[in-house]
């Protein structure tokens, strides 16, 4: 290949053209290391903890519900008919949105070559594997008998029956078991050299075997590297049609159905959105605490948060677009039913909750447009803050404002949520927050190999003349 | 000493010096050059001569059969193993199978990629490699990038290859040995390994005893399974009355019902049959009046029964100038309420059935009370 010959070099470029610095102040593999991975071996300072009790207890909380329900039934929860999805479908779609968010930074912005996102790829991803772990609870609660949901999976059985694998619910199974699987799998592919890393600099025999065990005698050798870096890049490839499709799929569950406000083609698309919108709020509110508590700040730098609020505007114009899209929609339809449930979004029993959504998603997120605010911790905690409750709110709207005003008036029900429900909706959000206080002191929170490529002289001069 | 040397290897600062080194000591010493860095270096396989990795062709074979089994098995449980045709769409509606189709040869795929690349190709898990154990593997899983001329069964001249790796710019270099062979098993390592599975199929023999056993049968998994309820004609505490059954609320019609508030059958006269008098509906009358009235009232109605002497009873002629002289409702009227040892038939028949064996009987009156003048004067030929 020759394009090589005619690549321009950085300092040719004028100021504005070059590649911002992904670091800020020298920062060298040795001390990378020391920063990244020792704080893996240390005990954790009293902040930590006292976080940790926090999440921990609201976790408790949300699970002893949980039990609660399994074993009352969930008849303890609002649901009535015809809002049957309710609380535990809301809280599922919210949170594999989340996760999406992981899979853009590790998946889609590798193949685009992003070379800021190897510094929050590995907490994005961890955020990942924990939002669908969370979202998974909520469809197995709400098939009410979660002692019995293998019955969801097409295995040889007694009853001689198959599942109908022409149900969008279906679909779902698959994508999101496939989602979760594969997403551990790119994890731990990207975590294995690291754990080699530990291994080899830990004091601690308990941990190093732990380690040892986990790096499978990764030893860094150059024929490993050649099929790692294949296989790294092949699951980015499939994994980024991987994460369009697990949205569309949540988003068919939907739009296949017949229920005016749902039975719509912009469902896909805009659900993905969503979703990536709101991830990147998590991901931006966690970077925050992580870089400021953890001692990041030149890895995980300005420009970082800066890109990502970027992508969260880009997100909200495309929300917004979105949004209209369905009033243009619901106005073309020419269908009474349809007229009638986008007017109870923004003017029914749950208009404000149409106009939170709202507020929060498409007004709010404006503020990026001002640099100083796209860099400023108030204005992005706030920001964030905003487009999760956003989004939470925006799920309620199209499951419980579609539900709630069946065809026949003589069924339309006004939905109110429980405690119960309430609980276990702080429950999740603890067990979320539990699990990545224990990855960031467990797992190194920064891909230290994938940051070693990217640190200046971490690879050889183009024209070094080392190969022909 | 020098035939169980494993490799000689050397330390560099930079990814630089690696690739600058690997042509000098290629051209120095012939043995398997090996590069070991704490993270990928662009370029390097082409310098050391590695073929390209064949991850690509594999994840392609292993996607393209996930795809064709994940359809096939689709098609053959949605269409010939259990074929049950759901919103309407053909057995085999291939066009709902894709996005299942799709996440399995992903699935296929990925896993493909990731762990045929750790097993397969990289021959992991792998932890008795003796590189695992020299003094360079920390430096290498920082910072340092190393250089290793290593062993395929030759003896390595160890001297030489110090010099090449020194000359070719190397600050420390480190001589790995063969690990040691492995011991025979010892006994106390079988006995070990003996106690070991013994307790797994223990914990797993119960914890399966658990799960098919015990598990089903508790609280809340039963909880469906027995569902209290009331029943019909029997005694039940959950009313104050002791009934299961319920009486209507007062004022209600049960659908499809008629009150009949007629007591006599002189008050009956005033009914009047609203059938009209088609084949049909006197066709309708002769089944009902066959299954109903002939038993009794014989299959002329002419109070011939087939019931047995010993009933004692005698049913009455219908054909008789008495019953001839009723109106209909009257007649109507006994079907409905009974008469002497007559039962009500308003259970068996419903409003028109009842109206149409009115029909029929006056059918069977006309036809036993034929005149001369009902013969056709031209009899058709």
């Given amino acids: 290949m020759n394009l090589e010959a005619v690549t321009v070099s950085e300092e040719m470029l004028p100021p504005v053209l070059r590649t911002p610095p992904v670091l ?102 961890a955020m990942t594997i924990f939002a669908v772990m969370v979202a998974g609870i909520f469809p197995v609660l709400h098939v009410g008998r979660p002692w019995l ?64 065990v986990l790096a499978v005698g990764w030893r860094g050798s150059a024929s490993h590297w050649r099929h790692f870096e294949r296989a790294y890049l092949i699951i980015a490839g499939i994994a980024t049609g991987l994460v369009l499709s697990v949205h569309s799929v949540v988003s068919f569950d939907f739009a296949v159905s017949l229920v005016p406000g749902w039975h719509m083609t912009i469902f896909p698309p805009y659900f993905v959105t969503g979703a990536i919108f709101a991830g990147f709020a998590m991901v931006v509110m966690a970077m925050v605490v992580v870089r400021t508590t953890m001692n ?102 199209i499951i419980v404002s579609s539900l709630h005003h069946d065809f026949m008036p003589s069924a339309w029900q006004v939905y109110k949520p429980t405690l119960v429900d309430l609980g276990i909706l702080a429950g999740s959000f603890g067990l979320f927050f539990t699990l990545v206080l224990l990855f960031a002191r467990v797992l190194p929170v920064i891909a230290t190999s994938e940051m070693k490529v990217v640190l200046p002289g971490g690879q050889p001069r183009r024209d070094g003349g080392s190969h022909e | 000493m020098s035939n169980r040397t494993f490799s000689v290897l050397g330390l560099f600062d930079s990814s630089q010096q690696l690739m600058d080194a690997i042509p000098v000591v290629k051209a120095r010493v012939s043995g398997r050059l090996e590069a070991y860095t704490p993270y990928p270096i662009h370029g390097i396989e082409e310098a050391l001569g590695l073929r390209k990795s064949p991850v690509g062709g594999m994840v392609f074979i292993m996607g393209l059969i996930g795809a064709i089994s994940a359809l096939a098995f689709e098609l053959w449980t949605e269409g010939v193993d259990y074929p049950v045709v759901t919103a309407g769409k053909p057995l085999f509606s291939w066009e709902a199978f894709i996005p299942i189709m799709f996440e399995v040869t992903v699935l296929f795929a990925c896993f493909t990629s990731g762990l045929g690349m750790l097993f397969l190709l990289n021959r992991l898990p792998f ?158 009358g002769r ?24 009933y004692g009873a005698k049913p009455a002629n219908l054909v008789a100038d008495k019953v001839r002289e009723y109106p209909d409702g009257r007649i109507y009227h006994v079907i409905m309420m009974g008469k002497n040892a007559m039962p009500s038939y308003a259970a068996e028949l419903t409003g028109d059935e009842r109206w149409a064996v009115v029909h029929y009987v006056r ?19």
């Fill in chain 1, 24 to 125: 800020d102040g020298p920062v060298s593999p040795g001390s990378l290391d020391d920063q990244v991975l020792a704080p893996v071996e240390r005990r954790p300072p009293r902040a930590w903890f006292i976080a940790f009790a926090c999440t921990s207890t609201v976790m408790l909380m949300g699970l002893i519900l949980m039990g609660y329900t399994v074993a009352t039934g969930i008849g303890v929860w609002g649901n009535n008919i015809p809002v049957a999805w309710a609380f535990a479908i809301i809280n599922f779609v919210f949170w594999i949105g989340i996760g999406h968010a992981g899979t853009l930074i590790s998946a889609i912005l590798l193949l685009f070559r992003a070379r800021w996102r190897n510094a929050v790829s590995r907490f994005a991803e």
């Fill in chain 1, 149 to 212: 949901a293998f019955w969801l999976f097409p295995y040889p059985n007694q009853r001689a029956i198959w599942p109908n694998f022409r149900s969008p619910l279906m679909w779902d199974v698959f994508a999101v078991s496939t989602y979760f699987s594969v997403s551990l799998l790119f994890w731990y592919l990207g975590l294995m050299p690291d754990f080699a890393s530990l291994r080899d600099r830990t004091k601690s025999r308990v941990r190093k075997f732990f380690y040892a």
């Fill in chain 1, 296 to 397: 990041l700040k030149n890895i995980i730098t300005m420009y970082h948060l800066d890109v990502m609020n970027k992508i969260i505007l880009t997100c909200s114009c495309l929300m917004g677009y979105a949004y209209l899209m369905e009033g243009w929609t619901a106005w073309y339809s020419m269908n009474q039913y349809v007229h009638h449930t986008f007017w109870a979004y923004i003017a029914g029993t749950y208009g404000w909750a149409g106009w939170l959504t709202i507020t929060c998603n498409i007004v709010i997120p404006q503020l990026f447009w001002v640099r100083r605010l796209r860099r400023s911790y108030p204005a992005m905690l706030f920001v964030a803050v905003a487009v999760t409750v956003g989004m939470w709110f925006e799920r309620f709207v």
């Fill in chain 2, 127 to 284: 932890f008795r490699h003796p590189m695992l154990r020299s003094r360079s593997m920390p430096l290498i899983t920082r910072d340092k990038f190393a250089l290793a001329v290593e062993s395929e069964g030759q003896v390595l001249d160890v001297d030489r290859i110090t010099a090449a790796l020194r000359e070719a710019g190397a600050q420390t270099i480190e001589v790995i040995d063969q690990p040691e062979a492995l011991g025979p098993v010892s006994p106390r390592f079988l006995l070990r390994a003996a106690v070991g599975i013994g307790m797994a199929c223990l914990v797993t023999g119960y914890l399966t005893y658990w799960c098919m056993k015990l598990f089903p049968v508790s609280v809340p998994m039963v909880h469906m399974l027995d569902q209290p309820r009331l029943d019909p004609q029997r005694r039940d505490s959950y009313f104050k009355d002791g009934f299961g059954m319920r009486m209507p609320v007062a004022g209600t019609v049960a659908r499809g019902h008629i009150p009949y508030t007629i007591k006599t059958e002189d008050e009956a006269a005033v009914l009047a049959n609203p059938l009209p008098r088609t084949g049909s509906v006197l066709s309708k």
């Fill in chain 2, 287 to 310: 089944q009902e009046f066959t299954t109903y009235c002939s038993v009794c009232h014989g299959i002329l109605g002419n109070g011939v029964s087939t019931l047995t002497p010993a």
């Fill in chain 2, 363 to 381: 059918v069977l009156q006309r036809a036993l009370n034929a005149r001369d003048t009902d013969i056709p004067k031209e009899i058709p030929r």
